[in-house]
């Protein structure tokens, strides 16, 4: 274990040849399955590997897939064929893919498999164990196709190569159970199954697959089939392993362990180049053929963010899973345990079923219009942290404690632009700021630490954010003009981008101060009032220069967004929005920049921006629990990666 931790550590990790196992399918059958063992280290490895594979796209695989997962089998299998029975579905056909686990290309595994691993090295030890060598008791060949039954990588990544298969099976209407390379397609008719059946062949073609024809079959539950061991006639199932143990092939032939002394020249002579690169090539947006698995869910263990902008959606629920149907098709098929936040958009539907696993599961709802203005968001039932709120509320109508922490928060408003205009001078020596600028921002925080009332400190703040905005837009490269700040309506594209970043930051902060105990409409600076989340807005003053302003020049910069991707309808005086596709890739920006994944930002941290918002909000409480003062976030300060998990989202 200590020779292997360090050849992990290293990056020399390599493993040793496989040893082929051959055994009857069945018992006194001539048909035979050939299992190729890898050593024991090997395995200790592979198994590491196939279980963070396994979490990375569980999120992406649809419901349809039954092997190999957790939570499901053989007879979650069945019972899935009986209720689509149930449900209408007469005919099918049982299909076949003919020597899956051998003929797999490597070539095309690893094309699609290495834009969906992020983590150093993870890709190369996975390259590895696919092109391995194996030892058949004479000599060590290499393996040119196929995943080795055996490994425990083989599972994850034969659902992971069958994934477009499903796809496009879901995608002609009809419904689809696959266990392994077994699929049974299910349908009202048989030629609709037939059609179906098609599809699966082409897209099997793609993939360097064929049919088993002598195996694909027709079938019907009027005349009686066999699927996964289970007899299907009329409206009953019968399982025939049930009455007793299911007999086993027995061992045909084991290759013997390879000698130490061919073993130790292995070791020590690489034979060849024995990991060589799968080409990297560039895929279309929509990925290899028939698949429809979204970009911003590569590589990434759980789903915390969902957005569904996409007009007409339809969010279900499925058993313990979410999905997202648009046109007919399912769009996003995951487990709720990944989903953290659902944020929708305009006219998406949320079925009841939906909402009341999000209460049941603590996922936020949070409903936008379509242009992104908040609407209101689904909050489950349970009972807050009482005393916390009792204490939160005895803080603000301390009008004393209210006033310091308020002057606190715009201090570090302040404090942070001179921060952001500092950062950006630097980086463009060129840009002539002047000194009006900055002595008007300079003032404004010496007189925010002084001012003697809530009312004062607001116009102090109104002062530095406009001398604040008419030296940073100095920076602005993009094209579209700066006419100065407007909220309500934002009337131009750039106010239009920074409006719909502080909304979002603004909602974010409301649902984790409600996760937190504390109630988001009680605040020290922004006065309560009817549907205003006054804490939430307080906390996001002292980000908006440096998380969300940033974001937004960063974005504009880059010539990220065209004047095509915003509408404005009526006059020159009305709002002026993104359009529906500009918004799916304002979103993926977000994600981006908020979970420091952006490759120009490097103020984000180890932690990203979320693991801000989350210590902000967990500040917050200790203040008003424990009676310390209000201290928010000054730019400078390390962002620590607190949060247990890896936060991601996926667009609709």
């Known amino acids: 274990m200590e020779a292997l931790h360090q050849e992990l550590s290293s990056g020399t990790w390599r493993p040793l040849p496989l040893l082929p196992l051959v055994a009857e399918k069945r018992p006194n059958s001539p048909a035979t399955r050939t299992f190729h063992i890898p050593a024991v280290r090997d395995r200790i490895v592979q198994t590491a590997l196939a279980r963070r594979l396994s979490r990375a796209f569980e999120a992406e695989f649809l419901d349809s897939s039954f092997a190999y997962r957790r939570g499901r089998g053989v007879d979650r299998a069945i019972a899935r064929v009986a209720q689509w029975r149930d449900r209408g579905c007469r005919a099918g056909v049982d299909g076949d893919i003919a020597s899956f686990f051998d003929n797999v290309p490597h070539r095309l595994l690893l094309e699609h498999l290495r834009p969906e691993v992020e983590e150093p090295g993870v890709y190369e030890m996975v390259a590895r164990s696919v092109r391995a060598w194996v030892w058949n008791g004479d000599r060590v060949r290499r393996l040119t196709r196929g995943i080795g039954q055996g ?23 009809c419904r689809v159970v696959r266990y392994a390379d077994d699929f049974l397609v299910l349908a009202e008719s048989a030629e609709s199954a037939l059609q179906a059946a098609e599809r699966a062949a082409a897209v099997l073609d793609q993939l360097g697959l064929k049919l088993n024809v002598d195996k694909t079959q027709l079938v019907n539950f009027e005349r009686g089939f066999n699927y996964l061991g289970a007899w299907f006639v009329g409206e009953r199932v019968y399982l025939p392993w049930r009455m007793g143990p299911k007999p086993k092939g027995r061992i045909v032939k084991a290759a013997p362990p390879m000698p130490a002394r061919l073993l130790h020249q292995w070791r020590q002579k690489r034979p060849g180049k024995t990991e060589p690169e799968a080409p990297v090539i560039k895929q279309s947006a929509t990925g290899p053929p028939g698949d429809n698995r979204l970009p911003a869910t590569k590589g990434s263990a759980f789903m915390a963010y969902l957005y569904v902008s996409e007009q007409g959606s339809i969010i279900r629920k499925s058993g313990e899973r979410l999905m997202v149907e648009h046109d007919s098709h399912v769009a996003l098929d995951l487990p709720y345990h990944k989903l953290e936040n659902v944020l929708v ?164 902060l409301r649902g984790l101060l409600e996760a937190s105990g504390l109630d988001p409409g009680v605040g020290f600076l922004h006065e309560p009032e009817y549907g205003r989340p006054s804490l939430a807005l307080d906390l996001v003053e002292p980000l ?40 799916r890739q304002f979103f993926q920006h977000y994600e981006k920049w908020m979970s420091g994944k952006d490759e120009e930002d490097s103020g984000a941290g180890a932690g990203g921006y979320r693991a801000l918002l989350r210590r902000e909000c967990r500040r917050a409480a200790a203040c008003v629990r424990d009676g310390i003062s209000w201290a928010p976030y000054r730019c400078g300060e390390e962002i620590l990666p607190e949060d247990p998990w890896n936060t991601s989202s996926v667009t609709i």
Not at 156 to 165: R, S
Not at 363 to 378: K, N
Not at 418 to 446: F, K, M, N
Request: aromatic letters at 10%; hydrophobic letters at 40%.
């Open 544 to 583: 908006r220069h440096p998380v969300a302003d940033r974001f937004v020049m960063s974005i504009l910069n880059r010539h990220e967004f065209k004047a095509e991707d915003f509408e404005q309808h009526g006059g020159p005086a009305q709002p002026v929005y993104l359009t529906t596709e500009a918004i």
């Open 345 to 508: 958009f305009g006219n998406v539907q949320v079925t009841s079923q939906a909402m009341l696993e999000m209460l049941d599961k603590g996922i936020s709802l949070s409903l936008f219009t379509r242009h992104g203005r908040f609407r209101g968001a689904l909050a489950g039932a349970e009972c807050r942290n009482v005393p916390l709120r009792l204490a939160q509320y005895d803080f603000h109508r301390d009008s004393d404690r209210s006033l310091e922490a308020a002057r606190a928060t715009i201090a570090a408003k302040i404090g942070n632009g001179l921060w952001v205009l500092e950062r950006y001078r630097s980086r463009h020596p060129d840009v002539d700021l002047g000194t009006t600028g900055l002595t008007a921002i300079e003032d404004a925080l010496t007189h925010a630490k002084t001012a003697e009332s809530v009312s004062a400190l607001l116009g102090v703040e109104g002062s530095a954010a406009r001398a604040y905005f008419d030296s940073f837009m100095r920076f602005n490269l993009s094209g579209f003009p700066w006419l100065g700040r407007r909220k309500h309506p934002s009337t131009d594209p750039i106010n239009a981008l920074l409006s719909f970043t502080y909304s979002l930051l603004t909602e974010e």
């Open 151 to 173: 490994s425990p990588l083989s599972p994850v990544l034969a659902n992971f190569f069958l994934h477009p298969l499903d796809v496009e099976l879901e995608k002609s209407g």
